[in-house]
């Protein structure tokens, strides 16, 4: 009988109620992981622990409040204690603001720069940290293919997410002889709540699981940067390369 692939890793998962961090947790659970689960909701992550329980996983869940940066120090603290360390880390904080609102109104413009670069930064810099102290561990947080070119239709996430990248690739950098993992995820257009909104028709919309599914093969490859799906990696080549007089001509 061989042991199920993941059996005994420790995972902890920020931002668990998120349906990309579910789907992979689902993936971590039926191999046979011990998951720690840190969301705001609590309701919703008890549904999120139950499932995963079903599915043969062990489930522990840390409220968290990230309104505070206290709020978040504490929710890693209590993450790493719950088995005694991590072996692996998955950040999917991450909210969609209202590009229209947020490009005019500073508060909106700092509520989404908070959640979607202070917060997962701060979350990221104390656990690569921690993985640094016992030589060995791998981080993955979920960034965006929006954080790559600024464009007019969501340059304040876009902004948020490119700092993000930024701040990854530089903590990577800090944490690499230490045997650190640092994975930026960049994903394109997801189904999930944070989608709701969109009209999610066509071929660039993915399903979770898709988007989970390379997350965790991109892990226990210690790749640095994922594009998912993979259709992405031609699509922002090409975004990124159109001369700026062209550029400005589209309406993306
Ligand atoms: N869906 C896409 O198309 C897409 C594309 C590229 C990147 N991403 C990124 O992927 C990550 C996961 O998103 P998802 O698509 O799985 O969406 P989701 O289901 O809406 O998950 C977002 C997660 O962030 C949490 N969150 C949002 N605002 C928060 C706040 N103010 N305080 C505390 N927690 C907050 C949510 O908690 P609650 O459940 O309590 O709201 C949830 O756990 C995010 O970083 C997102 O930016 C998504």
Known sequence: VTEPRF????????????????????????????????????????????????RGGEALSVRADFRSMEGASAAVESAWTAFGGLDTAVV?????????????DPDALEEAVRINFTVPAALSGDLAARFAAQQGGALAVITSVAGERGRRSNYVYGAAKGGLQRFLEGLRHRHVQ???????????FVITKMTAGLTRKGPLWAEPRVVADSIVAALEKRRSVLRTPW????IITIVKMLPRPLFHRTSL
């Open 178 to 188: 230490a045997g650190v993992t640092v994975l930026d995820v960049r994903p394109g």
């Open 231 to 234: 259709f992405w990696w031609p």
């Open 92 to 104: 999917a904080i991450g909210s969609l603001p209202d590009q229209a609102i947020a490009q005019d």
């Open 7 to 54: 059996q005994g890793r420790r995972i902890a998962i920020f931002g668990a109620t998120s349906g990309i961090a579910t789907a992979a947790a689902r993936i971590y659970a039926e191999a046979g992981a011990r998951l720690v689960l840190v969301a705001r909701d609590e309701a919703a992550m008890a549904a999120v622990a139950d499932d995963l329980r079903v």
